[in-house]
C-alpha cells in the first residue's frame, strides 16, 4: 500500500463509524420520540456525546495522518496511528453506553496517545527531513 492508500483506509473506516453513531443517536430520537436535544434522557445524552466526541476528534487524527504521509512518514507509523485512534473511538463509544466500563477511559486515551504521537512525529519529520 503506498502511504495515501493507508490513509485512505482510516479514512473510509472512521466514514463508516460516523454514520453507525450517528444511526445510535437516531435509534434514541425515534424510540423516545425526542426531536431536539437530549430531551433530559440519559441514554440519549450519552449518544450524542459519543457522536459529538467523534467529530469532534475524528478530523484532526485524519489531518495528522495526511500530514504524516505528505512528509513520508513511515508506513507501519500511519497504521499504528490509524488503527489506535480507530479503536480508541469504537471503545469510548462503547463506554459511553456503558456497555463496558473502562471503554471510555480507554478510547480517551487511545485518542490523546494518537494526537501525541503524531504531533511529535510530525515535529521529528519536519525538522530532520
Do not use: C, W
Not at 27 to 41: H, S, Y
Not at 70 to 87: E, K, R, T
Not at 94 to 112: C, P, S
Amino acid at each position: 500500500m503506498t502511504l495515501f492508500q493507508i490513509v485512505a483506509l482510516y479514512v473510509a473506516l472512521n466514514m463508516i463509524l460516523a454514520p453507525l453513531l450517528m444511526y445510535r443517536v437516531g435509534q434514541v430520537r425515534i424510540g423516545k420520540k425526542i426531536e431536539i436535544g437530549d430531551g433530559g434522557d440519559e441514554l440519549m445524552l450519552s449518544r450524542i456525546r459519543a457522536h459529538g466526541n467523534f467529530t469532534e476528534n475524528a478530523p484532526l487524527a485524519l489531518l495528522g495522518l495526511t500530514a504524516l504521509a505528505m512528509l513520508s512518514a513511515h508506513p507501519i507509523a500511519l497504521h499504528v496511528f490509524g488503527a489506535a485512534f480507530f479503536i480508541g473511538r469504537i471503545f469510548h463509544a462503547i463506554g459511553m453506553a456503558k456497555a463496558f466500563g473502562q471503554g471510555r477511559l480507554v478510547g480517551t486515551l487511545l485518542t490523546l496517545l494518537t494526537f501525541l504521537g503524531q504531533a511529535g512525529y510530525i515535529l521529528f519529520l519536519v525538522f530532520t527531513g
